[in-house]
C-alpha cells in the first residue's frame, strides 16, 4: 500500500521560509516522478512543482520560480520542497505525489496516481 507523508507547513510571515517534506512508503521511490500540488480555499488544485525519478529534470509552476525549489534523496524515499519568499497567495494545503516515469516531468494531476493527505501552509501578511 503507497503512503506518501507530508509535513513541515504552518504559518509564516510574508517573506519567510518552510521547508515541505514527503516520505513515501510502498512502492520503489526510484522509479517514480514527484511533484507538489497545492489547492487554495475555492480554488482548484494546481501543479507547484516536479521532479524527475533522479532528480535530473524539474517544472516548476510560473509563480513559484525562483523561490521554490524540489529535491528528493531516493535512499530515504524523500522529496522536498524548499518555499523562499513566500506571499499571501501560496497559502494552500499542499500535497505532495507520486506518478510512474514517462521522460518529461509531468504536470497533470491526473498522472500523478498516488497522494499524501496534505499540509497546511499559511502566508500571513
Known amino acids: 500500500q503507497v503512503q506518501l507523508v507530508e509535513s513541515g507547513g504552518g504559518l509564516v510571515q510574508v517573506g519567510g521560509s518552510l521547508r515541505l517534506s514527503c516520505v513515501a512508503s510502498?512502492?520503489?521511490?526510484?522509479?517514480?516522478?514527484m511533484g507538489w500540488f497545492r489547492q487554495a480555499a475555492g480554488k482548484e488544485r494546481e501543479f507547484v512543482a516536479g521532479?524527475?525519478?533522479?532528480?535530473?529534470?524539474?517544472s516548476y509552476l510560473d509563480s513559484v520560480k525562483g523561490r521554490f525549489t524540489i529535491s528528493r534523496d531516493n535512499p530515504k524515499s524523500t522529496v522536498y520542497l524548499q518555499m523562499n519568499s513566500l506571499r499571501p497567495e501560496d497559502t494552500a494545503v499542499y500535497y505532495c505525489?507520486?506518478?510512474?516515469?514517462?521522460?518529461?516531468?509531468?504536470?497533470?494531476?491526473?498522472?500523478?496516481?498516488?497522494w499524501g493527505q496534505g499540509t497546511q501552509v499559511t502566508v500571513s501578511s
Open positions: 505525489a507520486a506518478a510512474r516515469s514517462m521522460g518529461e516531468v509531468t504536470t497533470t494531476a491526473s498522472d500523478f496516481r498516488s
Open positions: 510502498g512502492l520503489t521511490f526510484r522509479s517514480y516522478d
Open positions: 521532479i524527475s525519478w533522479g532528480g535530473g529534470r524539474r
